[in-house]
């Protein structure tokens, strides 16, 4: 069975790192398809706030963005809705509206509409080998399960599976990332899905990896610039010799929001979405390409009066604490061991595993190697059907695929049934894995 025939649980737990902050009158939760995986992160403001957008990205995914580009100075705003799973995400949004009106938030009258704006992220494509997307249940039980003061760093919500560096053909997960300071009276919190075409680098320009493999050589964002300009074909996609594998896709996006408790106008509001998006240049280089769809959200709850803080260094603090949020996103994700077969509990190993539609995987063993062949109609990773790689079977069952570290098929191990027999495989072990279903054996 494929993940297109059935339907996934939402998946609302916390595992891992959290940002633990006090912010009254803002609610976060995230809800994922382990499946997939894919999410959606939902940050719900249940008296409403005042919202400005700043859109930059070529190629923006949005939900009911214009809402915030009428000049309102007043609260409007119910929710923002980040999600996965491309434009398919945005019914997740939906769902998050419905919601609210169907537990009393909202009436449903026309005085007393839902109203909820969101964006999308691509996470589909060469990272993952179905087209599992959020939906309107997913959007709803992130909204159900929202929390103050708690959002989940890494690989959650809507950053399940998002990565960043394919400009330079040196694709690398990442996640989402949350950051909070408060002067005086003045709280500000800054949250973001980074999921850019190019990379983020600390303030000293390394690279920020969260230890996964680089190029040999590379540690910095200089080291990658100098290399330029790269060849590239015809639709921009870096042809790598530092990825060991088919071409990149770089359809990629950061969705941001910037929170604050200070009482501002619409004009200061949007303002202080254009001076905290155009800060993030620094930290995400390069930002707003063609191929990105970069929307900051910038929200006040208008609460409070504050003069210790002058409303023009708000943006200046907000974009810090913003860079700060973006370095939070490599954190490590808690994955639950496997519990895959030994290679002695695997006598042979002579089959097809289906991931979804058109991903398909046929895998034979001989003696302590394997090898692994894309056979279905569509690309694993990037890499083609017909194309075939090497791997070296451990005695604890987990295979490991030879080549480049920055290959993007790893690792993998097999998992039995209950009657003793393979099930299925996981390729990629860790937060970001795939399961494929044993099919019938080849002759």
């Not at 009106?101 to 704006?117: L, P």
């Not at 200089?222 to 594998?245: H, I």
């Not at 003069?307 to 907000?318: F, K, N």
Request: proline share 5%.
């Amino acid at each position: 069975m494929t993940t297109t025939e059935f339907k996934p649980t939402p998946d609302t737990s916390f595992h891992g790192p959290v940002l633990s902050f006090e912010f009254p009158g803002m609610r976060i939760g995230v809800a994922e398809y382990a499946e997939g995986p894919t999410g959606t992160t939902v940050l719900h403001f249940p008296e409403r706030a005042k919202a400005a957008v700043d859109v930059r990205g070529g190629f923006p995914g949005t939900f009911n963005v214009d809402m915030l580009r009428m000049g309102y100075d007043t609260r409007v705003l119910d929710a923002v809705v980040i999600s996965g799973g491309s434009i398919y995400g945005l019914e997740a949004a939906s769902g998050v509206a419905h919601a609210l009106k169907d537990d009393g938030y909202r009436s449903g009258d026309i005085t007393n509409v839902g109203f909820v704006s969101g964006a999308i992220i691509f996470d589909l494509g060469d990272r993952r080998l179905n087209e599992l997307c959020p939906d309107a249940a997913l959007g709803a039980a992130a909204l159900r399960n929202a929390k103050e003061g708690h959002f989940p760093l890494g690989a959650h919500g809507a950053g399940r599976m998002s990565v960043h560096g394919m400009y330079f053909g040196t694709p690398l997960h990442s996640g989402q990332g949350g950051a909070f300071r408060q002067i005086g009276q003045t709280k500000i919190a800054a949250f973001a899905v980074v999921n850019p075409v190019g990379l983020v680098v600390d303030r000293k320009g390394g690279i920020a990896n969260g230890g996964q493999a680089l190029p040999d050589g590379i540690s910095t964002i200089a080291d990658l610039l100098s290399g330029m300009p790269y060849e590239r074909d015809d639709l921009g996609f870096v042809k790598s010799q530092t990825w060991s594998g088919g071409r990149v896709n770089p359809s990629n996006t950061t969705i941001s929001v910037v929170v604050t408790n200070r009482k501002l106008s619409y004009a200061s509001i949007q303002r202080l979405a254009i001076q905290v998006q155009t800060s993030m240049g620094r930290a995400i280089q390069p930002l707003a390409t063609g191929w990105d769809g970069d929307v900051l959200f910038a929200v006040s709850t208008d609460e409070v009066d504050d003069p210790s803080v002058h409303e023009m260094e708000i943006g200046t603090i907000a974009s810090e604490v913003m860079w700060d949020a973006l370095l939070t996103i490599n954190e490590p994700r808690v994955v639950e061991p496997l519990g895959h077969a030994t290679a002695s509990q695997v006598e042979k190993i002579d089959g097809r595993f289906i991931f979804d539609k058109g991903f398909e995987l046929t895998i034979r063993r001989n003696s302590e190697r394997l090898t692994l062949e894309v056979t279905g109609e569509r690309a694993i990773f990037g890499l083609p059907s017909g194309h075939k790689l090497e791997a070296r079977l451990e005695p604890n069952g987990r295979f490991i695929v030879e080549g480049s570290p920055m290959r993007p098929l790893r690792d993998g191990a097999f998992v039995l049934g209950d009657n003793g027999e393979i099930e299925h495989v996981v390729v990629n072990l860790g937060a970001w894995q795939q399961t494929g279903i044993q099919q019938k054996t080849t002759g």
